[in-house]
């Protein structure tokens, strides 16, 4: 191992203990020692703090210490505002170590971080005459997909008529685009959020405002924690709470190694989003309409070692069976299986979230859908205990408030979950009924195998009618922002009998308007 070193960053005061078992605990995660530690680095306003200094006497290593000006030159991959604030760099642990380590440093750990430390680890690159120096300063941006691929993207000589559609692997979808985008600050019926009207209910708001009573009181998560297991039938060394789905999906991207990850499109693109915004290069395998939208696992290639896929998927509603998941399945591959509309789905068949003699499997939920608890901001992991262990620790203290947390528990009580089994019942009656008032219009086609609380249509001209429908007073969620669809596709949000009649009428009238 050539020339690893450690980046800290530390509170004034902070105790030697604390600074190596910060240090100790990455070290693990990269599988070193200390005895692999060949320097210490910081701030320069902190290489006097004895803690830090004690640190790196007890490793036996030079303690450097770098200007603000020089920490701030360095491009980091997880920036914060609050460092960046206080002393002028946005991670004093990421810039630290890949200055210490030299030109051409990776990354081996990302920025971690205890109540008053934060630390990273870096190593140098021998570098090598025959070797390309620029590549291997990018050496942590791995090699990507293209688009509806199963190919690298430089295409193997043993195949060379490999068609690339390189256009559609650039940013030209605006992955942070969602649904709340198209009502806010209007008064339209919406359409275009998947979240169930009339929520949360009454009872679980009542839960909501006695908690408040605690809010002096530091977080406590271990009875939603211990609900959340007996709920799936899982040890609680299995589950992870987090502030919502989007969260996980961060975690995911920060805290878990991956060289080739790869995101089953059309689907949620916060995944993407998160591991881009983590310094991956993503690939993206596209589902197609012609096959139904429907998962082909031979189409996920062979070296992704982290695949991220929706069950059932966002926006097009399909239900994959779980046997065609778990085929995606291998040893040294984390497979994350977002099922955030899973309790949508009557008798949640399909769903893996109770499986543990599946691989690499996470399995993410959240409770924003079913009980209208987007503001709220709660959700869970379930997966390994070390790979909970990997999400957590990328965490920060307290990440879920004591509101979300007794929210989390009154949802995984008999009652809540009767009452979303018969709401997913409602659910798929409603949509039926929807369906069938789509396929009344010759000019729209639905995705009829639609097992959510969603369905997704294909319009010419889809954007025009949706701007149409926005005149006459109803939201649609735009489906232009979901890689493998364009502006022919519109996302709409299942909703009671009275209000998918109205929408229906006025569908009517916006199609007549644009032909």
Same mark, same amino acid.
């Given at each position: 191992m050539n020339g690893v070193t450690v980046g800290v960053g530390a509170r004034s005061g902070v105790p030697v203990d604390e600074v190596l078992a910060l240090v100790a605990a990455a070290l693990r995660e990269a599988g070193l020692t200390a005895s692999d530690v060949t320097a210490l680095a910081t701030l320069e306003a902190r290489a006097a703090e004895p803690g830090i200094v004690d640190a790196a006497g007890r490793l036996g290593v030079p303690l450097r210490g770098y200007r603000a000006e020089e920490l701030a030159a360095v491009s980091v991959p997880h920036p914060s505002a609050a460092p960046l604030a206080a002393t002028g760099t946005a991670s004093v642990a990421e810039a630290a170590a890949l200055l210490a380590a030299g030109a051409g440093a990776v990354l081996l750990v990302p920025k971690r971080k205890s109540a008053r430390v934060t630390c990273a680890i870096a190593r140098s690159l021998p570098f090598h005459p025959n070797e390309d120096a620029a590549a291997v300063r990018l050496l942590p941006r791995r090699q990507g997909y293209i688009a509806g691929q199963t190919e690298p993207r430089t295409p193997p000589t043993h195949h060379p008529t490999a068609a690339m559609d390189i256009h559609a692997h650039r940013d030209v979808h605006d992955l942070r685009h969602h649904g709340d985008a198209e009502v806010r600050d209007e008064k339209l019926i919406d359409l275009a959020v998947n979240v169930? &009207? =009339? &929520?949360?209910? %009454? @009872? *679980?708001r009542a839960r909501i405002a006695d908690s408040l009573t605690g809010l002096a009181l530091y977080p406590d998560g271990r009875a939603a924690r211990a609900a959340v297991a007996e709920r799936h039938d899982l040890p609680a060394g299995r589950v992870l709470l987090t502030a919502g789905a989007a969260e996980a999906f961060v975690l995911i991207a920060r805290a878990l190694p991956a060289r080739r990850p790869v995101v089953v499109h059309p689907q949620f693109t916060e995944p993407e989003a998160a591991l881009r915004d983590a310094g991956h290069e993503v690939g993206r395998v596209l589902l197609r309409e012609r096959d139904g939208f429907r998962l082909d696992p031979a189409t996920v290639p062979q070296d992704a070692d982290l695949v991220v896929i929706g069950n059932p998927t966002n926006p097009t509603s399909v239900l994959h069976p779980a046997e065609t998941i778990t085929a995606l399945a291998r040893p040294g591959r984390t497979l994350v299986v977002d099922e955030a509309f899973m309790d949508a789905v009557p008798g949640e068949r399909e769903s893996l979230a109770g499986r543990t003699d599946v691989p690499g499997l996470v399995v993410l939920r959240s409770l &924003?859908?079913? @009980?209208? #608890?987007?503001?709220?901001?709660?959700?869970?992991v379930l997966a390994c205990p070390e790979t909970v262990a990997l999400l957590e620790r990328a965490q920060p203290l307290w990440p879920v408030s004591t509101? !979300?947390?007794?929210?989390? +528990?009154a949802c995984m009580s008999?009652?809540?979950?009767? +009452? !979303? %089994?018969? !709401?997913?019942?409602?659910i798929g009656v409603e949509r039926t009924h929807l369906l069938a008032g789509l396929a009344e219009f010759d000019e729209v086609r639905a995705v009829t195998a639609a097992e959510g609380p969603?369905? *997704?249509?294909?319009?010419d001209r889809a954007d025009a009618v949706r701007e149409r429908l926005r005149a006459l007073g109803f939201a649609a969620r735009r489906g232009d922002t979901f890689p493998g669809l364009?502006? =022919? @596709?519109?996302? #709409? !949000?299942?909703?009671?009998?009275?209000?998918t009649n109205r929408f229906l009428q006025a569908l009517d009238q916006a199609l007549l308007i644009e032909g």
């Open positions: 169930r &009207t =009339n &929520t949360p209910p %009454e @009872w *679980l &924003t859908k079913t @009980w209208g #608890l987007a503001g709220l901001r709660i959700g869970y509101p !979300a947390l007794v929210a989390a +528990e008999r009652a809540a979950l009767a +009452e !979303a %089994e018969l !709401a997913a019942h409602r969603f369905v *997704l249509v294909r319009i364009d502006r =022919n @596709w519109l996302r #709409l !949000a299942v909703r009671d009998r009275v209000t």
